[in-house]
């Protein structure tokens, strides 16, 4: 199963290829991209649909699901979990730039980015983001200083470690 969500519209369908064949040649559970030097929301999620019945079948607190990954993360001992680090053409220079649409601000930039897209005639792909972005380097200002819920708010972390743990019988 290939995980992408409604807030990632420019999940990369290059990152994606690259990552089912990775997961499938390690016969990974689960498997997820190390986003060292890549935007937030261009990268899916690989899971293999043993695994999905597997976790299912769990007695654990599911309110948390939005935040799947680390319901296989916290879990190792019970599911092969493939981090896997992203080849360089994949990676940007360009810093904290978010490519995922969860405030107001996030939508000004995607329609920036997508007009931008259209008025250069330019397919949407990473390389070509970079480039929009590269080439109009205010734009990133819109929503550069936003960081991702997961990693300001350690109440959040705390309870979704505890939610997604599987406790052995």
């Known amino acids: 199963l290939i995980r992408v969500t409604g807030d990632n519209p420019f999940t990369s369908s290059e990152i994606t290829d690259y990552m089912i064949k990775k997961h499938l040649s390690t016969k ?29 079948i769990q007695k654990i607190n599911f309110n948390y699901s939005e935040y799947v990954m ?69 734009l990133n200002n819109i929503n550069r200083k936003i960081l991702p819920k997961i990693v300001t708010n350690k109440k959040l972390i705390k309870k979704i470690k505890i939610a997604s743990s599987i406790k052995k019988n």
Do not use: W
């Open 28 to 56: 990974a559970d689960f498997t997820y991209m190390n986003k060292k030097n890549l935007p937030v929301g261009v990268c899916p999620e690989i899971i293999s649909f043993k695994a999905i019945k597997k976790l299912l």
């Open 70 to 138: 680390y319901y296989f993360i916290n879990n190792s001992k019970f599911f092969k979990v493939k981090k896997i680090n992203p080849l360089t053409k994949f990676k940007t220079r360009i810093k904290n730039l978010r490519l995922t649409l969860d405030y107001k601000q996030d939508f000004y930039f995607h329609k920036k980015i997508v007009d931008l897209l259209k008025e250069y005639n330019m397919s949407t792909n990473l390389d070509n983001i970079y480039k929009i972005v590269s080439n109009n380097p205010l």
